[in-house]
């Protein structure tokens, strides 16, 4: 016994020869430490080295260490609902390359898919490619087309061919079936479309309506109700953000205010300053309902976007001066005393509208810009400091430019609130209530009941705040604005009913129904309360015509004021 060694309850014969033989045959006991193809010291199994002296299973021996050899496992997650689709991703748990001879086209022929074993109607595309030279990270995109609704439906996959997707050791996936529980899919039925698109469509004539409204008003000079109006639609698109579950036709209802929303308005012009002209900024990642409208989370892509609106804004403002001085200059040399009267009617209105233009400063069309921007640059910001990479410089960048901008965004409001005048104070907090709407949306976007809450607050709050400042509002302004953000406010209300039951596709279209019957009577009310703000100067001054039947241009009084001013 004294030629044996002792290890771990067994005896070995300890020799020269034995030694050498060890070497090869031994992995893993920890007779001869070191010296082994394969030594962890022990004999316990399934640690890669097992007690009868070879590899674990899926284990192999790579410089003395065993290692962990795994078979690629594909996945699969669900994404979103698009209309009447679900979309689901395809993924490994590792980076895979595809064997030779193989090609993407031929691995997605090899996919078999269901919905409760029945065969259903998919299509698959590629997202990150992949080929037979480097290992990458695959990822597949699946929609399932659906044409009733399914009751927690199961897809399920089977991979007819498992050779075709290999990992670095060489090895192929050991799952031929992979299913996952999908939730109930978001359908409509034909009659339910054609509602909707009519409904799409309605709302669409309704913008366009208020859009000629937004054209009249500039020319009328009341620049507050093209403020107003963009306000509106951009709250109402924006309810798109609340983080709930909506039925497909409210979400094709949000389509119709897509242009409100400053990217897809570069979009529509064909220009996007932060990307056209000579900035490159990196592409940051948020949450895909942000990524479906093309924001990017990097806050100097948003910086430009908005900053180039107010650049444009001065310039036109300082065009349109020196134009008015030009025509102002011109129409003084005018002899007017031989004009007939629909020329001279002409040169009346473009005097005053001249003259009324002249007066008007930069200062107050930027608090109208940026309480028009507000939405956009709190979003953008907020979206910034959630998701942005602050590790790269321009990440650390973007930090202090950010904080420093909303330091003083909130030091100009503080010096508006403390303003004696009433309507500053009134601006002060309608932006105020802008800036916690942009806040709530996407801090709280996680926790949709919270933010749900939180907006219905904000909106009742601003209510109340309204109806304490009516008898300083113009009657058509305060009863509009008091009316919307009360129905807004129930809209929220509904949205918190809407998440109660955001498992049941039938309940959920229904309330989509109600939410969009309450954004429609916002539409109408606020196209119904500009018509009477701006026709209502045009008929009393019909009314005080009509009255007096006075002789209209007496003198040639209306060009009293341009020859008493030097434009020069």
């Known amino acids: 016994m004294d030629q044996c060694q002792h290890c771990q309850r067994r005896f070995y014969l300890f020799s020269k020869q034995i030694q050498n033989i060890l070497k090869i045959l031994f992995l893993g006991d920890g007779i001869i430490l070191g010296e082994e193809v394969c030594d962890d010291g022990n004999s316990i199994n399934g640690d890669g080295c097992d007690s009868n002296c070879k590899p674990s299973l899926n284990s192999q021996c790579v410089n003395n260490?065993?290692?962990?050899?795994?078979?690629?496992?594909?996945?699969?997650?669900?994404?979103k609902e698009i209309d009447n689709s679900q979309i689901v991703y395809l993924t490994y748990d590792e980076q895979v390359k595809l064997s030779f001879n193989y090609s993407i086209p031929i691995f997605i022929k090899s996919i078999d898919s269901k919905i409760n074993n029945k065969v259903t109607n998919?299509?698959?595309?590629?997202?990150?490619?992949?080929?037979?030279?480097?290992?990458?990270?695959?990822?597949?995109?699946?929609?399932?087309?659906?044409?009733?609704?399914v009751t927690n439906p199961i897809f399920s996959i089977h991979f007819t061919d498992l050779n075709i997707i290999i990992n670095e050791f060489g090895m192929k996936s050991n799952q031929q079936d992979i299913s996952i529980q999908l939730p109930s899919p978001n359908v409509l039925s034909e009659e339910q479309k054609q509602i909707t698109q009519s409904l799409v469509n309605f709302s669409g004539y309704q913008i366009k309506m208020i859009?000629?409204?937004m054209l009249a008003s500039s020319l009328s000079g009341k620049?507050?109700?093209?403020?107003?109006?963009?306000?509106?639609?951009?709250?109402l698109y924006y309810l798109k953000y609340i983080n709930t579950r909506k039925g497909q036709n409210l979400i094709q209802f949000f389509e119709t205010f897509r242009i409100i929303q400053l990217t897809n308005f570069y979009d529509f012009l064909g220009f996007n300053p932060s990307n056209d002209l000579f900035f490159e900024f990196s592409y940051q990642k948020s949450e895909a309902v942000f990524e479906e409208d093309g924001r990017n989370a990097n806050y100097f892509s948003n910086f430009i976007q908005i900053s180039t609106v107010f650049v444009f804004a001065y310039f036109t403002h300082l065009g349109i001066k020196i134009l008015i001085k030009y025509s102002m200059n011109k129409i003084q040399k005018f002899k007017i005393f031989n004009l007939s009267k629909l020329p001279l009617f002409g040169l009346q209105k473009i005097t005053r509208f001249s003259i009324n233009n002249f007066r008007n400063k930069f200062s107050e069309q930027f608090k109208g810009l940026l309480q028009s921007l507000l939405y956009e640059y709190i979003i953008s910001s907020f979206l910034s400091l959630i998701y942005q990479d602050f590790n790269q410089v321009e990440g650390k960048l973007s930090l202090i430019v950010n904080g420093g901008i909303i330091y003083l965004l909130f030091y100009y409001l503080l010096f508006q609130q403390h303003s004696n005048k009433k309507l500053h104070i009134y601006f002060a907090y309608s932006c105020i209530q802008k800036i916690l709407f942009g806040t709530i949306l996407i801090v709280f976007f996680k926790s949709p009941i919270l933010q749900i809450q939180l907006c219905a607050l904000n909106d009742f709050i601003y209510f109340y705040h309204i109806f304490k400042l009516k008898r300083l509002l113009d009657k058509f302004e305060s009863f509009k604005k008091q009316l919307t953000h009360f129905i807004l406010f129930i809209i929220n209300i509904i949205y918190l009913i809407n998440e109660l039951y955001k498992n049941d596709p039938f309940k959920i279209v229904q309330i989509g129904w109600v939410i969009i019957g309450m954004m429609s009577s916002i539409l109408g009310i606020t196209l119904l309360a500009d018509i009477c703000k701006i026709s209502q100067p045009f008929v009393l001054n019909l009314i005080n015509r009509l009255k007096s039947q006075s002789p209209i241009f007496q003198n040639h009084e209306i060009f009293v004021q341009i020859q008493q001013r030097n434009y020069m």
Not at 65 to 79: E, G, W
Not at 223 to 235: M, T, V
């Open 122 to 149: 998919v299509t698959i595309s590629e997202i990150s490619s992949i080929d037979q030279e480097s290992y990458k990270y695959l990822q597949m995109e699946i929609q399932i087309q659906y044409e009733e609704i």
């Open 65 to 79: 260490q065993c290692v962990y050899i795994s078979h690629p496992m594909p996945l699969l997650k669900f994404i």
């Open 223 to 235: 620049f507050e109700i093209i403020q107003n109006q963009i306000d509106l639609i951009q709250q």
């Open 211 to 213: 859009a000629g409204l």
